[in-house]
């Protein structure tokens, strides 16, 4: 397993159906998986993916600047940290965020998001 095809496969799949169909987010979550979104903290599948369908905006467009990765403990694991800019439906200007994700694998031999740390950043 390349650490990096993975982070990249992963980034890509996540920000497309964050970008196009946030509702099917919901299989990259477990029961015990918490996002923390601009500082709330929210666990389960049902309550992150209510959380991500009720942010106030309809349409966005994920663009990637950086993916960074590291391997995580013994569970193989993997830290995924992604930077980029965010444009919204209507808006001129794009935010940047950061998000930081743990990944950790399935008995299937995929990944779950664990942790999912979500914030804009401010200049």
Same mark, same amino acid.
Do not use: W
């Given at each position: ?33 918490? !996002?923390t979104?601009? =500082? ?6 049902? /309550?992150?993916?209510?959380? +991500?369908?009720?942010? #106030?905006f ?17 569970a ?9 800019n !965010?444009?919204?439906a =209507? ?6 965020? /950061?998000?930081?994700?743990? +990944?950790?694998?399935? #008995? ?16």
């Amino acid at each position: 397993m390349d650490p990096d095809a993975v982070s990249k496969a992963f980034v890509e799949h996540y920000y497309s159906t964050f970008d196009t169909n946030r509702v099917g987010l919901a299989g990259l979550y477990q029961e015990a998986s918490m !996002l923390t979104f601009e =500082g709330q903290k929210i666990q389960g599948v049902q /309550s992150i993916v209510a959380k +991500l369908t009720s942010l #106030p905006f309809q349409q966005c467009k994920h663009h990637i600047s950086t993916v960074d990765c590291q391997p995580s403990g013994p569970a193989s694991g993997m830290l995924v940290f992604v930077s980029g800019n !965010l444009q919204l439906a =209507g808006e001129e200007h794009t935010l940047k965020f /950061s998000q930081m994700f743990h +990944l950790m694998p399935t #008995p299937q031999g995929s990944f779950y998001v664990f942790n999912d740390i979500f914030r804009l950043n401010y200049a």
